[in-house]
């Protein structure tokens, strides 16, 4: 292993990611630099796995070959058996060969032969069509060579390389941010949805950031992760590669099954309940289905069959039917118009008389890749009834939605370089944010009514049917047609109410004299240059 020099040392862990991405620079599409670069740190973690636990092996039996080759010495611990050519030490000693990219792509190769749960993750053959010259894939190593333990003392640092590379390439990718949702707002689904044990599935995984924050969360209040399973779909062979890999280098056992399918056409998980779904389904997708197809399919039993140009209630009625009916929940993201969409109009009106709604949440502008609008979360939720949950004692919610707007919260913005002098900025939301929206969220559930009170321009909980609002003057989703946009029934506070006229118009008096005494400086002065030069213009 190369030894860290004092100038590597200095060397922030931010400096070395840029230096990563640019070090194939004018070199193939962003897709397949993408992957070389994710490749490369997967070898780089894969390989310190190994050698730390080759080490306890060798400590505890002894520098003895059958005990240090055998498979299940490092499969039975989330370590991935590597053979010599593939390991990272072999892989830098010959970094410089003419022939490195074909020894990359053979490492990959072996590495999926010996490891059966890494099926059809790997690139196979990537590095020799790359059209890289070797010197560039030799920086490339080098770079990804600093990435250690020993000099970045994150205390996730694999999470952190892989968020980062995740996040810059979907920031800068053609295909903008298909593949990853910003983790606050993946945090905020877990808190929300509070998935400590059971099954967690997402039916659009991505690059599998869901499945990563699940983990997180249980982490987080100190609950087991070996008490969460997580099961996914994913229909972008390039994108369900990119998770497989995501979730194997952070020991996250996982099913995806084996192929990526389209969930609507294919579904790899048929029949199947779960505990708890997140996603972050692509929106507004169109032609998910042929216009004959799944007319009789029995996700849609009870409701009307979603339409073909826009797949937004095809995912939410998919969904639905894949929840625990006793107690499973979800949280998924929507683009805003399917909280009002005329064509959905019968859906939605039938998921509200379900009771299948619980909290509408739209998030502020600007926080995704692949949209500057603001987007909408959904808490759905199969049991509103009063019971325990997670050790909390909860109401009877039935026949209440709980709306928050939180548009006005984007005063936190996070910058990403994308490349040299180009950057993009978005909005973000901080862990007291998170923190306040769950803290609503719990107070609203609680069986303490005096926790919870309506907040204008921020919350506000609303009576699904006419029958059953408290004053004949408080407004059902049913008096407002089914509509779900929060904007419906969030008190809007009218703040020019507030405003002193008087005091006001006198301080735009005062400019006006100002401005116009300026402009009529300006315009003597340019009367004085032109009678100097012979051309009066009076």
Known sequence: MAKATKKDKEVTLETVLWNCRVALRGVGSTEKNRDAVIGLAFLKFAGDKFEKRRAEIKEQYGDIPVFLEKHSFYNAVNVFYLKETARWSYIVKNAGSNEIAVILDQAMSDIEADNPSLKGALAQNLYATLGAPKEKIKALIDEVNKISESRFHEEDLIGRVYEYFLQVYAASGTKDGEFYTPACVVKLIAEMIEPFSGTVYDPCCGSGGMFVQSHKFVERHQGNRANISVIGQESNPDTWRLCKMNLAIRGISHNLGEKNDSTFTNDLHKDRKFDYIMANPPFNLKGWRGEDELTDDPRWHGYTVPRTSNANYAWILHMISKLDVNHGIAGFL?????????????????????????????????????????????????????????????????????????????????????????????????????????RVYSSWQSVDTTLYQDVPEFCKSVKVLKKDKVNPEDVSIEDKDWSLAPSKYIEFIDHDLDIDYEKEMARIQDEMRLLMASEELSQSMLKDAFRGIGYGID
Do not use: C, H
Request: net charge neutral; proline share 2%; no cysteine.
């Open 334 to 438: 929507l683009a805003n118009g399917a909280l009002n969409d005329p064509d959905e109009y019968e859906n939605r009106k039938r998921l509200l008389q379900n009771d299948k709604v619980e909290a509408i949440i739209v998030l502020p502008r600007d926080m995704f890749y692949s949209t500057d609008i603001s987007v909408t979360l959904w808490i759905v939720n199969m049991n509103k009834k009063a019971g325990t949950v997670n050790g909390r004692q909860v109401r009877d919610r039935s026949g209440e939605v709980l709306f928050m707007d939180l548009r006005r919260w984007d005063g936190n913005v996070e910058e990403i370089v994308i490349d040299k002098g180009k950057k993009k900025k978005k909005t973000v939301l901080t862990d007291e944010q998170i923190a306040e929206v769950k």
